[in-house]
């Protein structure tokens, strides 16, 4: 496969969530930019604006092993990675799985679970992989978790760990829709109940594990040249040296954005990134690795803000 064909592919995969989802065209950008970098992408938005729909969808169009973890205030570690059982028959443990044992895995309202049970996700995200009773069960190369989140002002919320947040290649913030969109939405499912399967809505699935793996393959061939990666530390590090965040984001990030950089390039129809290819996803890639200082906060600032002055500052190469 060839940066062409990738490019082809991800215009079939938005055609088939664009049947289903109204708007949203940067959120499934970024999707799909975290499948070809192999990262997990965290949404957060208010209620009813299709964050589980939407990864419902997209899992749809790719034909991945799909999984769901509801979250809420009772939710066990042993609920997501599975416990070992004692077969009395055979006097041995048998691994039960829980459903972290997927290729994509929402992890629906992720925010409205204690942080013990968050933290079990830890390993599956980062090393895709489960240990139980201290042997390893591998997840597979092409595990990524889509998670939704409500806003941390809600009610009924508890924040994500730093460690967990800086494992999420993305955090994408999905504001309510146009009046035109939303005009859209009420035409299309005002007359119907309950949620829409994407089936139903026409969705197909166009790629498969297989197609995705050599897609994703096609990135080690995407130039990054000195001066590209420079630019990926300038930024990076200008969120440590600043005076309006307490912790700036770390190595992983730097690391993260760079093959996010190149997939986006993939996506664009090219074999080399480019300066804007950076800047279009340093918000997304680095509003939820920072932390305010006081100073900032009591000045009303936000992370958003903060980042996208640094874009501003750090010079751009040429």
């Known amino acids: 496969m060839n940066v062409d064909e990738v490019k082809a592919l991800a215009d079939r995969i938005r055609s088939e969530v664009g049947k289903a989802i109204i708007g949203q065209r940067d959120c499934v950008d970024l999707l799909l930019t975290a499948l070809l970098a192999r990262g997990h992408v965290l949404l957060e938005g208010p209620p009813g604006t299709a964050k589980t729909f939407l990864a419902q969808c997209f899992a749809h169009t790719l034909g991945l092993d799909f999984g769901r973890i509801q979250f809420t205030p009772d939710l066990m570690?042993?609920?997501?990675?599975?416990?070992?059982?004692?077969?009395?028959?055979?006097?041995?443990?048998?691994?039960?799985?829980?459903?972290?044992?997927?290729?994509?895995?929402?992890?629906?309202?992720?925010?409205?679970?204690?942080?013990?049970?968050?933290?079990?996700?830890?390993?599956?995200?980062?090393?895709?992989?489960?240990?139980?009773?201290?042997?390893?069960?591998?997840?597979?190369?092409?595990?990524?978790?889509?998670?939704?989140?409500?806003?941390?002002?809600?009610?009924?919320?508890?924040?994500?760990?730093?460690?967990?947040?800086?494992?999420?290649?993305?955090?994408?913030?999905?504001?309510?829709?146009?009046?035109e969109e939303e005009r859209a939405i009420v035409a299309a499912y005002g007359m119907r109940s309950g949620q829409s399967d994407p089936a139903a809505m026409g969705v197909a699935q166009v790629t498969d594990a297989t197609a995705l793996a050599q897609a994703s393959k096609v990135l080690e061939g995407v130039r990054l040249g000195d001066e590209i990666v420079d630019y990926v530390l300038g930024l990076v590090r200008a969120t440590r040296e600043?005076?309006?965040?307490?912790?700036?984001?770390?190595?992983?990030?730097?690391?993260?954005?760079?093959?996010?950089?190149?997939?986006?390039?993939?996506?664009?129809?090219?074999?080399y990134v480019i300066p804007d290819d950076v800047k279009a996803l340093a918000l997304p890639a680095l509003r939820h690795r920072v932390i305010l200082s006081p100073a900032a906060e009591i000045e009303g600032r936000r992370a958003d803000q903060v980042i996208a002055a640094l874009v501003d500052q750090v010079e751009v190469p040429r």
């Open 77 to 179: 570690p042993a609920d997501i990675v599975g416990t070992n059982l004692f077969n009395f028959q055979t006097s041995t443990f048998t691994l039960n799985p829980g459903p972290v044992f997927c290729e994509l895995l929402l992890a629906d309202e992720i925010n409205r679970t204690p942080p013990k049970t968050q933290a079990a996700l830890l390993e599956a995200m980062q090393e895709r992989k489960v240990t139980l009773d201290g042997r390893s069960h591998p997840l597979g190369d092409s595990f990524m978790v889509v998670a939704t989140q409500n806003p941390l002002e809600q009610q009924g919320t508890y924040p994500l760990p730093e460690a967990q947040l800086d494992r999420f290649l993305f955090k994408q913030v999905l504001a309510y829709p146009s009046r």
């Open 242 to 271: 600043t005076a309006d965040l307490q912790s700036g984001a770390s190595p992983r990030a730097a690391a993260m954005l760079a093959l996010a950089a190149r997939a986006r390039a993939v996506l664009d129809g090219r074999d």
